[in-house]
Structures are given as C-alpha cells and as structure tokens.
C-alpha cells in the first residue's frame, strides 16, 4: 500500500493541473481499494454547495454539473464532521440521499474522508461499493493520506482560479495568506524570479516569437553536444572504453527525437524554451523514477543532468535586458536583494515571496523603498504565476492571484485611499509628536542600514531607537573587522547627530543566520542567538563594542542595547566586557565615553526581572515582536499561524504595563522598539500603559505620529484601561479600531494585525 500510495503521490505532484490531478486520483484510488465507484467532491464556498470534480464509475458529464447543498447527505455529513465517515450499507442511513443525475445505481458501501488545509474543509473524497461493503481501516488510512495531499493540489489550484475552471463556474480565486513584510498595497502583473541553473525553479512564461525561442533551443542542445563530446575526448586517455560509453548514452538521448522534439513541441504550444525544457525533463524523469530496475532508475538523474545543461546555455545566451511590466510585482521562491535590484523603482509595484520573512533582506529593502511585500507565501504555485494579475496587500499577508472583478475593485478603492492617506499624512511631517495635551512621545526610527542621502529618513524622528547591527553583518561575506564596523556605525551617527543612536549588539541566530557562521539546531528561537552567542563569543562581542564606542567619539550620541538577555548574570558578563572595551581604548589613548546601556525585553524571563535589570541598566526597549512569539507560544514567521499571533493579546498588554511600572519604579525609561509600536491601534495602547517613546520604521512612522496627535494622554490611559479587562484579543483590537473610526483615522486600522 506504501508503495501505491507513494507512486500516486509522485504522479499527483506531477500533473500540470488540479483537473488532471483529480482524474488521477480517482482512477488510482479505484484501483488501489478494488472500488467500484470513487469521486471527488469540491467545496465552491463562493455559491456555498459541492461540485463533483471527478469521478471514476459515474458518469463523466456529470463532472461539473452535479451540485449539491453543503448539508446534504452523506457527503454534507463528512463535511459536518470534519473525520471520515464509513457505512457498511449507505442506503439504510437516516443522511442518505440518492443523487439520479450522476448515474448511481444505489451503491452500498459507503466511504467519504475529508479534503481539510489549515482547518477548512476543501472537498470530500469517497469511494462507493455495489455491495454491502465496510472498507477496512487500511482503506481509510490510505484515503485520509491521500486527502492530505491533494489538499495541497487544491489550495495551489485556487490560488490561481484553476479551481474555477474545474468546476465550470465563473470564480473569483483565493487569497493566499503570507506574512507582512512591508506595509501598503500592490495591484500589478507577476513577473516571476528564479535562481540560475534551478531547472525546478523556472516559472512558465508565455513567447509569441517561437522560431527565435526554438532557434536558442537548438543552439543550446548544439553546444551541450560539443561539451559532451569534448569530455569524452578529454577522458578516453584515463577512463576505460565501458565507462566513455556514458557519454555516448548521454549522446544518444540529445540526439533522439523524444527529448529535443518535445521540448520543441512545446515551445510550439507558446512556452519560452527554459519552461517547455522543464517540463519536458521532468515528464522524463518521471518515467525513469517510476522504473522498477535499479540501473534504469538512476538514469533519471542523467536527464536532471542534460537539463541542468541545456538550461545554462540557454540562460548564458539570454544577455537581452529584461523588460518589465509597469506594475511588476516580484514574485519567486525566495527573491535575492539582487533579484530586486534589478528591477528599475518605477516599475517595481510589489512584492510576494514564496519564503522568508519581515526580517528578510528583500523585505527591509522594500520597507526602505516603501513597496508593499507580503513573504512566506507558502501554498503559491510559483512556476505558474508569470504575467498573472496579482495583489499582494502588505498589511495582512495576503495575496490575490487573478482576482474577480469584486475583490479587484475594493483593492483599487483601498490604494485610492491609501494615496489620500498619505496626502494627510504627509501634513504631519516635521511636527512634533506631541498629545493634544501637551504630553511629549518621542518617536525614534527602527534602521538595518542608513543609506547616504536618504534626507526622509535622517530628518524624520526623534534618533534611532534600534539599529540592528546584524543586517550589515548579513551584507558582508565574514565577519566585517574592527574598522569596518567602525565606518558603519559613524556614518549612523553622524547622520542622526545630535540626535541619539541605539545601536543594538548583534542578535543573529532564530531566523536571522550569517552564510559564514552557520548554526544547525532543531529549535533555533529557543536556541543559540542574541546575547547568547556574543557572550560565547566575546572576541566578536569585544570587536563590536570597540567599533562602536569609537565610533561616537565627538559626537557622544550612542547608546548600546543588548537583545535576548534572559537572566542577571549574561547582563552582568556584557556588562564587564562592555567596561572592558571602554577601559582598554581609554588606555589606548581614545577619548571614547561610557554611553547608557540598556536591555531588549523580549523574553517572559526578563519581564518578571525587570526590577534586578532596573539597577543594572540605563533603559529598556520592548522587543515585542520576539516578547509576542514566547509569551504566546506562537513562531512570528509562520503563516499557520499568523492567526494566534497578537500582539494586542491581554497577556501581551499586561507583560508591557509590569515592565513600565517595575523600570518606572527605579526611574527607568522603556521605549518598545517591536512591530507593534508601529501599529497606529497598539501605539495608542502603549501611550496609555505610560511608555516613555516608541521605535518603528519609516513607513510606519507618519501613522504613529497622527495617532499620537490626535489622542490625548488621559483618554489614551482610559481606553487601555478597558483593553486591559478584555479578555479576547480580537475585543481589544475591535475596540481601537472603532475608537480609531471614530476619531477619523480609519484609514489607519488596515495598519494593524
Ligand atoms: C523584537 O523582537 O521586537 C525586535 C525589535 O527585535 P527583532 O525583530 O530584530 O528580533
Ligand atoms: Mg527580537
């Protein structure tokens, strides 16, 4: 059963869409558990009813046509119930309901499983029995499995309105959900990015000019010939005459019509060459996967080999510049800063990656440029994405491929405001940020890099209230040097001067791992980063302090945070090497100066310590993004569940306002520098629990200053008053978003998480 339910695995993944993948699953499901009758039924949630998407056994013109009421039958049961259902003889169930149009006989063994993806149930697939029949437990294992799968199929499909097509109705396609990368929205045509020489990775991409696209083909298969031959010529003097024989195989099979013929055939059809390549080596492959004989089956990598081959030639000769779209939203596996780069700005409308994270470099270069991007896009069929309208809505995560004339108009209405938005934001730019009763709330900036000349950026806010210092070690190849770090960190503060600079110790590790220090664990966030790895490592830990202690002399606007601290005693160590470095450049004759030192709280255990951190450090900054993720047990990159991750959440709120009264209490400052600050409704409640200044990037700065100017101190303490006696986070996020409604922000709440 393994090796049947493996094969029909292999064989589901392989079909080029959710039509062919439902047949085949059908048919093999017959098969594999001696059925008479197996079908698929798929939810159409939009008209709220079934749709039989496949069948084997019933009649085949009723694929498409048959509908029936979520509630009905035995298959309304299945759905119901979420869990298989399984009767011995279906007609003597109180649900049964004979359905005459799909050809049914009254069939007796009954056995229907669900089709669920994150909890919502897609479809149902059965199998039916002309006798009285109760399928076995093997029988429903090895449907639940295949369910599971085709789950995914089915998600792919109707991300892109396959799923439409299948079901012969008009259909707008499913978001897809992702994380937020950078804010804002993006309506644009999908270009899609690839790494060189990734035959699996080469997205389809439609050509009108087949003969120059067949020609290049060609020329390619001409050239790997001639690599072919030339090694076998190079290698006869050391390789035995059975050996060269590969390369008279490899030979043989360019020579042959299937490869070259079909790969051409398919250009034909409208491909460009590198996607008809693909497609054409992976049916290859797959043939050779399938064969029961060893030998045979290692060929399969030969022809992995030939396509690596060809695609390079094709790739080496492809030195055109690439055209964009005008609204290109960027769409890969997992785009490259470089990728971006390429891209002139004024095309570049968005966007949407299949991986990483906010913390990505791709999406903090968006954040800069101020592009929407949604990451971590998991469930998007990538290779089939070019040219397809899409919206990717940077606020929540969520994109939309070809989406129904619907879901597009309230986009369009959603970015017509935005631009009002930012017409009214723009109003406050150069304000001070400052309650209408006169209450001052420093806003600070969050920075990874200060680009030379970015005059928004170092004129708007107060400093900068975290500059993490690991994105320019993520930039560089090893670890930069003393001096290296030095240049870095004085062109920061010498922008911002006098303002103040927090430059935060490196914090890599979780999520955030440099190619040249790499770090294998199971548990990554629970793990070795942070203040952990710079006290094991107190040479690079040293290095650092020293750069940037240098750094600031002249200026004295520096001020160094420590992420990750979890007990007393690292504080302590960083401490002593902090002093260490002061002393030993003291003595080196540096007129350097002790800056204020404080602490990320970003991990429950240094909530609950705040008062022995309190007479150790200078000030505190809340990491909420980190603080979030451990206090709610919730990964703040993983779209799963991206539902549980709140950071208005009561718990959340009441860790803050402990930390504010405990530091309060030793005369303490506490900035929080996490994504909440912000968000324009958690900004307000963090003014109400008496934070003393809030840290956010420049997207998010403007909105966070309105809000600040538009809510006085004692009305912001009311509001959190009652957000700290909700229970359910979504009633405090209701909560502000009226209240922000209601005060004529509205255009803020999409902000929000
Ligand atoms: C945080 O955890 O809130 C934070 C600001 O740090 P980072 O996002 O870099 O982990
Ligand atoms: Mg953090």
Same mark, same amino acid.
């Given at each position: ?550 750094? @600031? +002399? ?5 001020? %160094? /945070?420590?992420?990750?601290? !979890?007990? =007393?005693?690292?504080? *302590? ?17 540096? @007129? +350097? ?5 404080? %602490? /990320?709280?970003?991990?429950? !255990?240094? =909530?609950?310590?705040? *008062? ?142």
């Amino acid at each position: 059963m393994l090796d049947t339910l493996r094969r029909i695995i292999q064989e589901v993944n392989s079909a080029p869409d959710l039509e062919q993948a439902l047949k085949i699953i059908v048919v093999r499901v017959c098969e594999a558990v001696g059925a008479d009758v197996s079908t698929v039924y798929l939810v159409d949630s939009e008209h709220g009813q079934f749709i039989l998407g496949a069948t084997q056994g019933l009649r085949q013109d009723a694929v498409g046509r048959v509908m029936l009421a979520l509630d009905q039958g035995l298959i309304g049961m299945v759905y119901e119930r979420e869990e298989p259902v399984n009767i011995e003889d279906a007609p003597r169930h109180r649900r049964y309901v004979f359905i005459s149009e799909t050809g049914e006989t009254p069939y007796h063994g009954f056995l229907g499983v669900p089709i669920i993806r994150h909890g919502k149930v897609l479809g149902v697939l059965v199998v039916r029995q002309r006798q009285v029949r109760k399928f076995d437990e093997d029988d429903e294992a090895f449907l639940v499995t295949l369910a599971a799968q085709l789950a995914g199929a089915i998600t792919h499909a109707s991300a892109i309105g396959d799923i439409s097509t299948v079901l012969g109705i008009g259909g707008a396609a499913a978001a897809l959900t992702g994380l937020r990368g950078s804010p804002g929205v993006s309506i644009g045509q999908a270009r899609v990015v690839y790494p060189p020489a990734n035959l699996d990775a080469i997205p389809d991409r439609p050509v009108t000019d087949t003969d120059a696209e067949v020609g290049q083909f060609q020329a390619a298969v001409a050239a790997v010939q001639d690599d072919l031959r030339a090694y076998a010529n190079r290698m006869s003097a050391v390789l035995p005459a059975e050996e060269l024989a590969l390369f008279d195989a490899l030979l043989l099979m360019l020579g042959g019509d299937s490869l070259v013929g079909e790969t051409v055939e398919r250009i034909r059809a409208g491909n460009w060459a590198p996607g008809a390549l693909r497609e054409t080596i992976s049916a290859h492959v797959k043939v050779f996967e399938a064969m029961e004989d060893t030998y045979l089956r290692e060929r399969a990598s030969d022809i992995r080999d030939l396509g690596r081959r060809i695609l390079t030639h094709i790739q080496s000769d492809r030195t055109a510049v690439e055209e964009y779209y005008n609204n290109t939203v960027l769409v890969g596996e997992d785009i490259s800063p470089g990728q971006l780069a390429e891209v002139p700005v004024e095309n570049l409308a968005g966007i949407v990656s299949a991986s990483g994270t906010s913390s990505s470099h791709v999406a903090i270069l968006a954040q800069a440029l101020g592009i929407p991007a949604v990451m971590g896009v998991d469930d998007m069929p990538v290779g089939r994405l070019e040219g397809q309208l899409i919206i990717a809505d940077g606020y929540r995560g969520d994109v939309f491929i070809n989406p129904s004339e619907l879901v597009l108009t309230e986009f369009l209405r959603l970015q017509a405001e935005e631009s009002q938005l930012g017409e009214v934001l723009s109003e406050v730019a150069g304000q001070p940020s400052e309650t209408p009763d006169g209450k001052t709330l420093p806003l600070y900036l969050n920075i990874g890099l200060v680009s030379v000349g970015n005059a928004e950026v170092h004129s708007e806010g107060d400093g900068v209230g975290l500059y993490r210092t690991e994105v320019p070690f993520l930039m560089q190849d090893k670890f930069p040097g003393e001096e290296q770090q030095l240049r870095i960190y004085r062109n920061a503060l010498e922008a911002f001067a006098p303002r103040p600079v927090t430059l935060r110790t490196l914090d890599v590790g979780g999520d955030k791992m440099l190619s040249y220090f790499p770090v294998q664990e199971d548990n990554p966030f629970l793990g070795w980063r942070g203040i952990r790895i710079s006290l094991d490592h107190p040479e690079i830990f040293l290095t650092q302090i020293r750069a940037m202690l240098r750094a @600031s +002399v002249g200026l004295d606007n520096l001020t %160094i /945070m420590l992420p990750m601290v !979890s007990t =007393v005693s690292e504080l *302590d160590i960083a401490l002593t090497l902090i002093d260490q470095a002061l002393g030993e450049l003291l003595e080196e004759g540096e @007129s +350097v100066v002790r800056p204020p030192v404080g %602490i /990320m709280i970003e991990v429950p !255990s240094a =909530v609950f310590q705040v *008062d022995a951190m309190a007479k150790r450090v200078d000030f505190f900054s809340i990491g909420t993004n980190d603080l979030t993720q451990y206090l709610l047990a919730v990964d703040r990159n993983n779209a799963r569940v991206a539902g549980l991750y709140q950071s208005l959440h009561p718990a959340v709120l009441r860790a803050v306002r402990h930390v504010i009264d405990e530091a309060h209490k030793l005369g303490k400052p506490v900035s929080v520098c996490g994504e909440m600050a912000g968000d324009p409704a958690a900004a307000l409640a963090l003014m109400g629990l008496g934070v003393n200044s809030l840290s956010t990037s420049i997207s998010n700065l403007a909105r966070v200053k309105w809000v600040i100017r538009s809510f006085t101190f004692a009305r912001a303490r009311e509001l959190v008053a009652r957000a700290l006696d909700f229970e359910d986070p979504r009633a405090v996020r209701e909560m502000y978003n009226q209240v922000l409604e209601e005060g004529g922000l509205g255009g803020l709440v999409r902000a929000g998480n």
